[in-house]
Each structure stands twice: as structure tokens, then as C-alpha cells.
């Protein structure tokens, strides 16, 4: 029986960033796109708002052709004769709505040098808000946790997935991670923590209640209370916002927040981050 593929939650900013694919000639062998982050994907799911829907076929038999939208970028789906259902239930769903998706890498060369990536959903689901939401944090998380991988694979003069694995990597980040740094060099790490921030601020946004000046002052009295001199350790910050009761969702749109106001900057990436006392009050 053949495994089935792991269905990666990925932004779609990772994933339009995404060039290198692999290939097989042998029969019904799968293809992976893998990501600047060392995504190795066949399969995807994904969630956010649809925001268009057209028809190519006809009404017993469609071509669907889809864009959805999360925070960071539009994912393009397209169905055919071999997924009429997800076909049908796209055409069922009103205009914008919430929606989940499983589905296919699906990439095209129109012309050299120009990819286009496309999912080939396997399954459509309407779902709510707080769906979207979690699916938002929960993608962060997976996000970060890449971003470690390709760090350490960057750290290596000749990154393997043995050597990464042998440093507590999964090996399922470790094969893609080894191929990203290999394939598109020295990955901007920066990009991909300014989309976690931009999609945990999408969530913060829609929760008025839990922002404003009550949050930054709080997350100043912790910031305080937490420094080494002018040092906060993102461990230290973490801990401390868990005992108050602080998402660290909302810990992390208020550190975004104030880093832009430059009272705040990191240090070291995820580690670190040293306060500006001449801004500071």
C-alpha cells in the first residue's frame, strides 16, 4: 500500500516563493515542491478566505479554477476531471467564505524560468473563524519550527540531512532544509519572521479587546521585569507573559509592534532582543 503523504501547512507567501521541484520518471511517483524553508511537499492543507470561483467546464462537468487568500498572499487552486467533487463543492461555496483545503502540489512551466504553483484540492471544507485562527497559529508554529531547521542547515559548510538529523532535526526537515540551502543559498530568515508576524497580526486585529495600551503596558512591565541590563531572552519573556496569562500570540504582535516603533530590536534572531533605553519611555 502506498504511504500517504504528509499534508504541510505552509503561508502562501512560502509557498509562491517556492522554485525548486523534484521529480521522478518513474511511474506514479510523486512530485514535491520544496520551499525556501525546506517544505518538501506533495500535499498541502490550508486555510483562508475564498475569494473568487470560475467555472472552465461545464455544469456536470467542471473545471474549477479558485483563488483564497490568507494573511500573508493567494493560493490558486485548479480541478479537473480527477477531482470533479472538490470541483463541485468550490461551486457550492458562497463568495467570500472561510474555507479548508487539502489538496496537491501542482506546478506549470508556461516558459522558461516562469513557475506556476497551484494546489489540486482533494477536499473543500466551509469552516468558521476560530478555524482560520487556529489554523494561523498553528502554521506559525510550523513556520518557526522550519526556520530553525534552515538555520542550523546554513550554519554548516556542507549541510546533510545525516549531519542535521544528527543535530535533532526531524527528518522530515532535515531531507528538505539540506535541499533549500542547496538550492536557493543564503534564505532570508528576516522575510519569513515578518510573516509570521504580519499573520499572527492578521488574528490580533480582529480581537480589539485584547489590544490597545492595557497590552502595551503590560508587555512592558514584563519586559522590565525579565532584562538582564538592556538584554531580554526570549525564553525569560515567554515564561513570564505564560504566569500572567498572556497569549504568546499576543505577546509577540505587541514585541512585533514595539520593535517597529524602534524601541526594541533583535539582538539575535528568536533569542534575543536588546531594548533602546533613550526610546524607551
Known amino acids: ?93 458562497d463568495v467570500p467564505n472561510f474555507v479548508a483545503v487539502v489538496g496537491k502540489v501542482h506546478v506549470y512551466e508556461p516558459e522558461p524560468g516562469v513557475l506556476r504553483r497551484y494546489i489540486r484540492p482533494e477536499l473543500v471544507k466551509t469552516v468558521d473563524e476560530s478555524m482560520r485562527n487556529r489554523w494561523i497559529v498553528d502554521t506559525v508554529e510550523f513556520t518557526k519550527e522550519r526556520i530553525e531547521a534552515v538555520k542550523e542547515a546554513l550554519a554548516l559548510e556542507q549541510p546533510s540531512p545525516e549531519t542535521l538529523i544528527s543535530l535533532g532535526i526531524p ?24 510573516t509570521i508576524s504580519e499573520a499572527l497580526r492578521y488574528v490580533l486585529s480582529e480581537k480589539e479587546d485584547e489590544t490597545g495600551e492595557d497590552a502595551e503596558m503590560e508587555v512592558r512591565e514584563i519586559l522590565e521585569a525579565v532584562a538582564k541590563g538592556d538584554d531580554v531572552y526570549w525564553k525569560d519573556l515567554r515564561e513570564a507573559a505564560k504566569e500572567r496569562g498572556i497569549k504568546e500570540s499576543l505577546l509577540e504582535s505587541e514585541i512585533d509592534r514595539l520593535i517597529r516603533q524602534g524601541v526594541l530590536y533583535e539582538r539575535k534572531i528568536g533569542e534575543v532582543l536588546r531594548i533602546d533605553r533613550e526610546d524607551w519611555n
Not at 521522478?24 to 515542491?33: D, F, I, N, R
Not at 527528518?171 to 515578518?194: P, T
Request: aromatic content about 12%.
Open 1 to 93: 500500500m502506498m504511504k500517504r503523504e504528509l499534508a504541510w501547512r505552509i503561508f502562501a507567501e512560502e509557498y509562491a516563493a517556492s522554485t525548486l521541484v523534484e521529480t521522478s520518471e518513474e511511474e506514479k511517483s510523486p512530485t514535491y515542491v520544496i520551499s525556501p524553508l525546506g517544505a518538501r511537499m506533495n500535499r498541502l492543507f490550508v486555510v483562508g478566505t475564498l475569494v473568487e470561483v470560475m467555472n472552465y467546464g461545464s455544469d456536470e462537468e467542471p473545471i474549477v479554477k479558485a483563488v483564497m487568500a490568507d494573511p500573508t498572499g493567494h493560493f490558486y487552486l485548479n480541478t479537473g476531471q480527477y477531482n470533479q467533487e472538490a470541483g463541485f463543492s468550490l461551486l457550492r461555496t
Open 171 to 194: 527528518k522530515r526537515l532535515a531531507i528538505g532544509a539540506a535541499k533549500a540551502v542547496e538550492h536557493y543559498g543564503d534564505v532570508n530568515i528576516n522575510r519569513y519572521w515578518s
